[in-house]
Nanobody
Framework: QVQLGEAGGGLVQAGGSLRLSCAAS????????MGWFRQGPGKEREFVAS????????YYADFVKGRFTISRDNAKHRLYLQMNSLNPEDTAVYYC??????????????????WGQGTQVTVSS
């Protein structure tokens, strides 16, 4: 079992920045990819970004490229998402996800095995 807990969400004006973090605990083994997803009002959950165990492999949804940066600190069991140039369309609940053994290139939610409870990000215009 793996437990995940997100933090760092909040209300920000358009053009602003936020940094999300995710704390992982439990049966964490080397080689696991992690990712961020989001779910906006009335929308399905969608892939945002993912990262491999070493941190040298990252993958982003087109709509966040150049604005968001995913990173991880394995010593601290932490995953991060730096979000810059936020716009109202980024308003969503953001979820941290842990893959039990899949590739970090997976963008489908079903490829991830553990999820956090989510943190709300609201961007005002």
């Amino acid at each position: 079992q793996v437990q995940l807990g997100e933090a760092g969400g909040g209300l920000v004006q358009a053009g602003g920045s936020l940094r999300l973090s995710c704390a992982a605990s439990g049966s964490i083994f080397s080689g696991n990819a992690m990712g961020w997803f989001r779910q906006g009002p009335g929308k399905e959950r969608e892939f945002v970004a993912s990262i491999n165990w070493s941190g040298r492999g990252t993958y982003y949804a087109d709509f966040v490229k150049g604005r968001f940066t995913i990173s991880r600190d394995n010593a601290k069991h932490r995953l991060y998402l730096q979000m810059n140039s936020l716009n109202p369309e980024d308003t969503a609940v953001y979820y941290c996800a842990f893959s039990g053994g899949g590739t970090y290139l997976a963008t489908a939610a079903r490829r991830y095995d553990y999820w956090g409870q989510g943190t709300q990000v609201t961007v005002s215009s």
